[in-house]
């Protein structure tokens, strides 16, 4: 089985990720990280010198990889992963995907400390993010929502994540 974590950048998914592969003793493959190795740059540095267009290409073509090729692991996703392409059909077909729910709060809280690491986020003025984030939640709600599982984390440690994550699948 493989298990998907999505949900928007600041939720939580690369730590909680770590916790459920070490809970499971399943490996761990991070979306992000196989891109960066693959294009041997960070995903700055792809974004500024390749463009997101191409980013979304390589995301695109590693997903299929993972979940053509995986037979048990836990996959962290890229915020903006399930809304390009058909990403999200084939994230649900190929895998229990679990959506992690955060609110607008703790994640301006969390991308505040984070900006500069987040090509999407790292131009717009402290101010100006909890709207950005709330609008831009808003339109990926309509793919992270078809994830099979959702599940809260606000106010929660990652090992409470973790429990219910595993009780739902």
């Known amino acids: 089985m493989i298990i998907s974590l999505i949900g928007y950048m600041g939720s939580g998914k690369s730590h909680i990720s770590k916790v459920l592969s070490q809970k499971l003793n399943l490996k761990l ?5 196989e891109i960066i190795l693959k294009n041997k740059m ?8 390749r463009g997101e267009i191409y980013f979304r290409k390589e995301e695109r073509a590693l997903l299929e990889e993972i979940l053509n090729t ?6 962290s996703l890229g915020g903006g992963t399930p809304s390009y392409y058909n990403n999200i059909d084939l994230i649900t077909q190929k895998s229990e995907s679990i959506y992690l729910r955060t609110s607008v709060g703790t ?6 400390k984070q900006k500069q690491k987040r090509p999407l986020i790292a131009k717009i003025p402290d101010e100006d993010l909890p709207e950005f984030i709330a609008k831009h939640l808003f ?3 309509v793919y992270y929502g078809q994830a099979k599982f959702t599940v809260g984390t606000d106010a929660k440690t990652p090992e409470e994540i973790v429990t219910q994550i595993i009780s739902v699948i």
């Open 29 to 33: 493959i991070d979306l992000d990280k």
């Open 42 to 49: 960070s995903i700055p540095e792809i974004f500024e010198k």
């Open 70 to 75: 995986e037979k048990e692991c836990i996959l």
């Open 107 to 112: 994640l301006t809280e969390r991308l505040l």
């Open 139 to 141: 339109e990926r709600q």
